[in-house]
């Protein structure tokens, strides 16, 4: 018994231990007394190595013996210096804390064989794959709620309409079958009259309303606001600023039903104009026509003003036109608004000519939808488009945004919010030869209007703006 007692002053095992009425033994102190001792008392490891730092009375893990032999650590291609530990300290979400180790022989390494191969021969490649850390896409993730997916594939059938049914036209030629069909039907193409009637003969109302158009506005998000009621015994020619790449906000504020129209001006009926040659193209006239749409041309908005209404003089009736046009789309860089408005004044003749009000609009955050090249920086491109402005009569801006399964390359607008502020009512008094005096005048009270608009509503919609508004041309 004294024999057993001095071997074993002090039981290890919890059966021996309980006998003894003595506490618990920690696994590590336990597993300690087993292990033989590989360090010298100068090669003592630092206590905090594997270390484990619970929150309850666990008994702590068992220190873990590492190489500290100076052989053994040169077998392995280390110094005594590099044999060494980093510890980290964790935080979760609940508050709890968790500590953890992790060695540093291979950053010490690497650098001791990078100093060694500053003084070889050894020349070495380029690090494969080091490009795809880099790059600058990314990527949507796979676990995109549904609802974002059709926003997504609405806009984009919308963005690629004009592609889409211009190519299945082509198909459809390409099937004699059809032949018998497609040729009665260029000729009507050629010589209809119903982008220009005015008699809107080919709107629906029910397209107009589809739920499709909602997932279409809250894809940006887009809203629509008006600063003043608009009176359904009047007429109305609705200048839309700025014109951006596409004019998302326009087709969702004044094309479709989505952001509310007839609820903020009921009696209202508005019609989008857009450039007369859509209306050649086969099968995607039916399309935009069906949305309402007419030629933005002298003689529609004529028509469209003067023709329906309860009276059968175009009360009620209104016209929206993307004042700058193409020519304003080459200045739509984000965070800018630069609007091509001092010497556009044919709107301001025809609001006289056909007694209808001015109503500005200002569309905050349609210059945001797309990047594209900036004049400074390539001034021969810009001269290039501004020709081919001048004798076509459109301009390609050369534009990008986001694709459809990446955030960074495509023709998708980015996803940014739109705020459609439609202004005050500006009286007109009609006359069949307007006054230059007259025009200059209302011209200047439609800019102070588009100027109260922006400074009113500036830091609330465009608070990432690297400038102010400005007025050119």
Known sequence: MATSAALNPEPSSPAERKQHDLPQKSYVDATAEKLPNYYSEQEQPPPELYAGKGEDAAPRSPRRNIHKKSSSLRMNGFSKEEASMIVQSFEENDGEHLLSTKPVWGDKREKRLAAQRTNSELVSGRKAGAGWERSHIHFAPLSVPLKRRLQTLIVLAHTLSIAFLLSLFFLLCSIPLFWPILLPYLIYVLFSSAGYSGTLSHRSNFIRSLPIWSLFASYFPARLHRSAALPSTRKYIFGYHPHGIISHGAFAAFATE??????????????????????????????????????????????????????????????????????????????????????????????????????????????????????????????????????????????????VFNYDMGMMPYRRSLNVVVGRPIKVQQASKPEDTYVDELHGVYVRELERIWEEWKNEFAMERTGELQIVE
């Open 258 to 403: 989505a952001l509310g129209f007839s609820q903020l001006f009921p009696g209202i009926t508005n019609t989008l104009l857009t450039l007369d040659s859509n209306f050649r193209v086969p099968l995607y006239r039916e399309y935009i026509l069906t949305m309402g749409l007419q030629s933005v041309s002298r003689e529609s908005c004529e028509n469209i003003l003067s023709r329906g209404g309860p009276n059968k003089e175009g009360m009620g009736r209104a016209i929206t036109i993307v004042v700058g046009g193409a020519r304003e789309s080459l200045d739509a860089q984000p965070h800018s608004m630069r609007l091509v408005l001092k010497r556009r004044k044919g709107f301001v003749k025809l609001a006289i000519r056909t007694g209808a009000d001015l109503v500005p609009v200002l569309a905050f955050g349609e210059n945001e939808l797309y990047d594209q090249v900036q004049p400074e920086q390539h001034p021969l491109i810009h001269k290039m488009q501004l020709v081919i402005k001048k004798v076509l009569g459109f301009t390609v801006p050369l534009f990008h945004a986001r694709g």
